[in-house]
């Protein structure tokens, strides 16, 4: 996987700030990923299955969870 970084320096004046914005998009970007704890939960818990259901519940561009387990399957030569 390519690791990309980018940095920028940027100025702006305060007095423009709209903290209310800002307070906003904070609690709408948490409560994105509030799913996280929930699946990185279930992986310690050995729930793979209903982690990856959560997983692509939330990300629905993933594949689901059976086509990813046909791939591993093929690529370990397990047959279920």
Known sequence: MTKVSCYAEVSFNISEVDF???EK???RRKQSYS???VVY???AEGRTEDAMQ???RHMPDLAPPSHERAIADLITGKRN
């Open 41 to 43: 939960r279930m992986i």
């Open 20 to 22: 209310e914005d800002i």
């Open 54 to 56: 959560e997983m692509h």
């Open 35 to 37: 799913w996280a704890p």
């Open 25 to 27: 998009e904070y609690e």
